[in-house]
């Protein structure tokens, strides 16, 4: 089956980290480029990051450069988000997806179910 999981999620005080992972099965990254996005309750998902499956190049929005950051494990066929310095007003629900290498979401095909970050105030 090819599908995408990610786990990691939880609650972390302000300030504190927490490492997403997102498990590919049924297919590698070879062909696909993985994003992370975030869905706050009551607002719009929103990128996070991406990165290539080409070179390995990877993309923040300036908001998060400098304390976001993604990698890939091929062997494991997982890909990391290591959060760090977070901000209650980032608690919501992280998803990672395969697709093209872009802040898009559109031209993401694969969406896996998400997890719950939380951030105590």
């Known amino acids: 089956e090819v599908q995408l999981v990610e786990s990691g999620g939880g609650l972390v005080q302000a300030g504190g980290s927490l490492r997403l992972s997102c498990a590919a099965s049924?297919?590698?990254?070879?062909?696909?480029?993985i994003g992370w996005f975030r869905q706050a309750p009551g607002k719009e998902r929103e990128g996070v990051s991406c990165i290539s499956d080409t070179d390995g190049s990877t993309y923040y929005p300036d908001s998060l450069k400098g304390r976001f950051t993604i990698s890939i494990d091929n062997a494991k066929n997982t890909v990391y988000l290591q959060m760090d310095s977070l901000k209650p007003e980032e608690t919501a629900v992280y998803y990672c997806?395969?697709?093209?290498?872009?802040?898009?979401?559109?031209?993401?095909?694969?969406w896996g179910r998400g997890t719950q970050v939380t951030v105590s105030s």
């Open positions: 997806a395969a697709g093209s290498y872009t802040d898009y979401q559109g031209a993401y095909e694969l």
């Open positions: 049924g297919f590698t990254f070879d062909d696909y480029a």
